[in-house]
């Protein structure tokens, strides 16, 4: 007898309240976007500085002590960064704004000089004009002037994650209790697991990449430096900051890098090119395999469609907080779900799907 595998009513039903669901749910992620990014921002910096305070408390010191002389000491460290680095930092940003127009004019020229003798690429480089698209209001331009407008409540945030921070470090016991009061008790252990092996995978990934970068950052600034490039502090900074952001960010800031340095001359965009490229084979074969302890086992797909699908719904902050987002929904899927599989079962599963799909493109030929 034929198995009937079309779909019901009660499938289609389900189906639809389904998707009304998830648009619900993105719907609901963008109106409280910012109380997400708050929350999230201070659950990460908790987990990141939760052992910090555990390293003081086990040496004497009370634990509210300790968390509020880690709080100060953090914040002591981002005013003195300020104190030297914003002036310098803040004359770079000035500059490039003035001299934007000018940029994007020597870019267009050298462009067009490369293209003499190749007839499509001198007709699309003919009707391009840089100034207009680079000093055009897009979303990122708008995001920005929108957070320098809203100082008073960035302030206003800033201070409640300290006052959050400081109490979740103090007294972190309510808020896990809290969070394991969702769970079955045969379930307690396996969260339990989850918290302990997220906290650590979260540590790898932001010291790591705050290593990382650092080390890219200064390799690039003082590589700048001696090629010539404009704005070394910049560049330096956007390659730390781009670390953070695995994969997209890095490949943004030596794209950005780069149309930069042809727009001074095609001498220097030749060695900016060779520069970025010995950093990335620098980190690819030393940093990371020396810095990183174990890997975070995240599937480069995973990683872009995390970043783009978080920028999508939140803004340039969810781009920051895939990778935790991603490191979390990893973690305790494995821990209620895939952890229960026989060895290798994934693996082998994969390949039988694979070999299948094989047989029967050679049944298709056959037929």
Do not use: C
């Amino acid at each position: 007898m034929a198995k009937n595998n079309s779909l019901s009513y009660v499938d289609l039903e389900r189906l639809v309240i389904f998707i009304i669901l998830l648009l619900l749910g993105f719907r609901f992620i963008q109106l409280t976007a910012e109380v997400i990014i708050l929350f999230a921002l201070v659950t990460l910096l908790f987990l990141l500085l939760n052992p910090v305070v555990v390293w003081l408390e086990k040496r004497g010191l009370n634990r509210t002590w300790a968390s509020i002389v880690t709080i100060v000491t953090i914040i002591l460290i981002i005013v003195l960064i300020l104190i030297f680095a914003l002036q310098p930092i803040t004359n770079q940003i000035n500059l490039l704004i003035e001299e934007v127009p000018d940029i994007a004019d020597e870019l267009l020229g050298n462009i067009q000089r490369i293209s003499k003798g190749f007839p499509i690429l001198e007709n699309i480089t003919s009707k391009l004009d840089l100034t207009k698209i680079i000093t055009a209001p897009t979303p990122l331009f708008r995001r920005i002037s929108a957070i320098s407008q809203n100082l008073i409540g960035s302030i206003f945030f800033a201070i409640l994650s300290i006052f959050l921070i400081v109490f979740m470090l103090s007294n972190p016991k309510p808020v896990i209790t809290g969070f394991l009061q969702f769970f079955p008790k045969d379930k307690i252990n396996r969260v339990r697991e989850g918290i302990i092996l997220l906290s650590s995978n979260l540590a790898t990934w932001f010291y790591s990449a705050l290593l990382i970068g650092t080390i890219n950052g200064v390799i690039v600034g003082i590589g700048f430096v001696f090629i010539g490039v404009q704005f070394p502090l910049l560049f330096a900074i956007l390659y730390i900051l781009a670390e953070f952001v695995p994969l997209v960010g890095p490949l943004a800031v030596a794209l950005m890098a780069v149309l930069f340095a042809l727009s001074q001359s095609f001498v220097t965009f030749i060695l900016v090119l060779i520069l970025l490229a010995v950093v990335q084979i620098l980190e690819a074969t030393l940093w990371s395999p020396l810095i990183l302890a174990h890997r975070l086992n995240l599937h480069p797909l995973s990683i872009v469609f995390a970043i783009l699908t978080a920028e999508v719904l939140i803004g340039i902050s969810g781009a920051i907080l895939a990778i935790p987002a991603l490191l979390t929904i990893k973690i305790f899927y494995y821990e209620f779900y895939t952890r229960d599989f026989p060895t290798h079962f994934l693996s082998i599963e994969a390949e039988e799907v694979m070999e299948m799909q094989i047989k029967h493109g050679h049944r298709k030929k056959g037929f």
